[in-house]
């Protein structure tokens, strides 16, 4: 299995602390049968400074322990890249990085909480320039979950979608699990991921969750979300997933969320 959204490099943002931590966390990953673990640390303005220099140089570096410590994943670069003005152009330039460092697949992190600008015209944008937008944990966004026609929008304009783990598994609240759910039966979301940021409460594994993913679209199309739709996102191509379903009317989703479902939590 791949891992597409981790946060195993040590001290850099809100993920691993140190060099040990994260060669328990390689080890766990590996133990639940992933296979290669994508370093993504947040790549944000103000908070967490990790350009693609600075990943590329922390994946070298862990890559070599884990070789020493014999633990069998194969560590790629990439990051969780937030929104900002000149997005594009740090694409680019090479300034953000990409997923597996392939210049194409693009990791986006929003805001949990704030409703984001012009998302159709990025995303259109993007596209243009070549780049393969993947939105993160979009089942715990609250301007999709508001309002689900406008995450439907950006995936048939070209975005793909990131499940986190412990969204499915109910670590995040009863909402996240029902948009994850609805999401899925929908053909709106095309990788699942750990997100993890430790060994202890998010922690790197995908069987379990996987196999709750199963009950809602079968084995094969979860099998798949963790591993070829993850691998052709690295090599920079589009994934063969089928198209999202027709639209369903919005009134019914807004009356299931006057009745009073929790809300999402911070940013992370």
């Known amino acids: 299995m791949i891992d597409l959204h981790t946060h195993i490099l040590p001290g850099v943002d809100d993920g691993v602390k140190t060099e040990d931590e994260a060669v328990e966390f390689a080890r766990v990953a590996e133990a639940d049968g992933v296979k290669t673990i994508v370093a993504t640390p947040h790549c944000k303005e103000g908070f967490f400074f990790n350009d693609r220099a600075a990943v590329l140089a922390a994946v070298e570096v862990l890559g070599r322990r884990l070789t020493d410590e014999g633990i069998g994943v194969d560590l790629v670069p990439g990051a969780e890249v937030h929104l900002c003005a000149d997005l594009t152009a740090r694409v680019r330039d090479g300034r953000a990085p990409t997923l597996g460092d392939n210049g194409k697949t693009l990791l986006l992190e929003l805001s949990l909480t704030q409703h984001p600008p012009g998302l159709e015209n990025l995303v259109f944008h993007l596209r243009l320039e070549g780049i393969l937008t ?9 301007y999709f979950q508001e309002d689900p026609s406008r995450y439907e929008a950006l995936v ?3 975005a793909y979608g990131q499940l986190t783990t412990g969204s499915i598994l109910g670590a995040f609240g009863p909402e996240a699990t029902r948009v994850s759910a609805w999401m899925l039966k ?10 993890a940021h430790n060994t202890r409460g998010r922690r790197p594994e995908l069987r379990e969750a996987a196999a709750a993913v199963a009950s809602i679209v ?3 199309a979860a099998r798949r979300m963790v591993t070829e739709v993850p691998a052709a996102l690295l090599r920079g191509v589009q994934p063969d997933v089928p198209p999202p379903a027709e639209a369903t009317p919005r009134k019914p989703w807004r009356v299931t969320r006057w009745l009073g479902l929790g809300r999402g939590s911070h940013d992370s």
Request: glycine content about 12%; aromatic content about 4%.
């Open 134 to 142: 993947v939105f993160a944990h979009p089942e715990r966004i609250r």
């Open 218 to 220: 079968g084995e094969p």
């Open 186 to 195: 929908r053909g709106l979301v095309h990788v699942l991921a750990s997100d």
């Open 156 to 158: 048939r304009l070209g």
